[in-house]
Antibody, heavy 121, light 108 residues
């Protein structure tokens, strides 16, 4: 079955760029799924960051759109997140998740374990 | 942007009792695009319900979802000890997704 694994630096300096990768195993990133990023600040709720299809089509959270880039690398079967101009408010657990294209539904059925990113000097 | 408001913020119940969690949208949401998740401390969210009322694979039938338009409900018929967690609703519309702020279900 499909598994997702996030990776990237756990510490990013303020004003820098947060970069994370989600490796997809047990399936192809070119299958009929959207691939999403979701984050969760400490002690708070879930926030959708954005998503990408293997064709390169993307959708972003309007509140983060100016700072977010999500890309896909089909050769490595992975997708990535870049968040620029980070502040302490971007400190969170970052999850990647799969959104299957199925019968006009929308839900995230497979999640990575999450990776903690702290923004601090 | 559609805002989802969940209530109550915290629900204190005992095992065996029935739990009713509410999710209200700021504008109408397609039922096909309404989902519920359970999250336990230190874990990723787990999909419970999609399409407002369809249980995800492996989810016990004590979990059920209902609703349409702007009002949706997650019901847990008889609480088991492992059901105490935080629950989130999620919607998708106009190429954007949002989550409710969550309801914490705690043991009374």
């Amino acid at each position: 079955q499909v598994q997702l694994q996030e990776s990237g630096p756990g510490l990013v300096k303020p004003s820098g760029t947060l970069s994370l990768t989600c490796a997809v195993s047990g399936g192809s990133i070119s299958s009929s799924n959207w691939w999403s990023w979701v984050r969760q600040p400490p002690g708070k709720g879930l926030e959708w960051i954005g998503e990408i299809y293997h064709s390169g089509s993307t959708n972003y959270n309007p509140s983060l759109k100016s700072r977010v880039t999500i890309s896909v690398d089909k050769s490595k079967n992975q997708f990535s997140l870049k968040l620029s101009s980070v502040t302490a408010a971007d400190t969170a657990v970052y999850y990647c998740a799969r959104v299957p294209l199925y019968a006009n539904y929308y839900y995230m059925d497979v999640w990575g374990k999450g990776t903690t990113v702290t923004v601090s000097s | 942007e559609i805002v989802l408001t969940q209530s109550p913020g915290t629900l204190s119940l005992s095992p065996g009792e029935r739990a009713t969690l509410s999710c209200r949208a700021s504008q109408s949401v397609s039922s096909s695009y309404l989902a519920w998740y359970q999250q336990k401390p230190g874990q990723a969210p787990r999909l419970l319900i999609y399409g407002a009322s369809s249980r995800a694979t492996g989810i016990p039938d004590r979990f059920s979802g209902s609703g349409s338009g702007t009002d949706f409900t997650l019901t847990i018929s008889r609480l088991e000890p492992e059901d105490f967690a935080v629950y989130y609703c999620q919607q998708y519309g106009s190429s954007s997704c949002s989550f409710g702020q969550g309801t914490k279900l705690e043991i009374k």
